[in-house]
């Protein structure tokens, strides 16, 4: 993917020296920053050009998408706060772009415009030049065309320690795996294919254990 593109997309409250980050908001300053963030000065000494920023939720604030409309039905949102990332995937205009999650602001734009979303081990990716919304909790996100595509990226921006360790739960394959009482409100063509890739998991060696997780309306 890399080798093929060169090219990935860039959320706005991620630093690209020369651009401002304005991180969703008309309240910041217009002033281009003077330095890239950390995670995009890897990208550069990787041969990748950064091709342009992406639209977002105000300040990461929710995961709404206000204004970005859904790829596949623009009657729809795109979700947040990533979502203009999740979008410049999901049109095949690239097939990496880096997103921020601090609460599925990553994962929820990817759900809903079908591509794969990625949020990595906490300090596995560092946020140095990236606007915080919550120290403590606030990650780069990967959004991209495929699992190969966003590994490829996390190779190049994660921290070493981190990007070697294929799999970062260490040796073990034992996966919980929520009863089905958690997945009664999902329609049909979810439930069949978390089933699929359920049963793909088993064949490929992983243990499967029943677990209970609260109620998704609770959280």
């Known amino acids: ?79 947040g706060s990533s979502g ?28 809903y415009c079908g591509v794969v979303g990625f949020k990595p081990t906490f300090g596995g990716v560092p946020t140095d030049g990236v606007v915080p919304l919550s120290p403590s909790l606030d990650h ?13 990226v996390f190779r190049v921006v994660g921290n070493a320690e981190d990007r070697s360790e294929v799999r970062p739960w260490g040796t073990s394959r034992r996966l919980g795996i929520p009863r089905d009482s958690y997945l009664a409100a999902a329609s049909i063509e979810v439930r069949r294919a978390f089933a699929r890739t359920v049963d793909r998991l088993r064949q490929q060696g992983w243990e499967t254990v029943e677990v209970d997780l609260p109620s998704p309306q609770l959280v």
């Open 140 to 152: 780069v996100g990967i959004l991209g065309c495929s699992v190969s595509a966003v590994r490829e």
């Open 1 to 79: 993917m890399i080798a093929g593109t060169l090219r990935i997309a860039i959320k706005d409250n991620i630093d690209v020296v020369g651009w401002p980050t304005r991180a969703g908001s008309k309240a910041i300053s217009r002033e281009p920053a003077s330095r890239d963030a950390v995670v995009v000065t890897r990208l550069r000494e990787a041969g990748i050009l950064i091709g342009s920023k992406t639209r977002m939720d105000e300040f990461a604030m929710t995961t709404s998408g206000p204004g970005m409309r859904n790829p596949a039905d623009h009657s729809r949102s795109a979700g």
């Open 84 to 111: 203009g990332s999740a979008i410049a995937v999901a049109v095949g205009g690239y097939c990496a772009a880096l997103g921020t999650d601090t609460g599925g602001s990553s994962r929820v734009p990817a759900a």
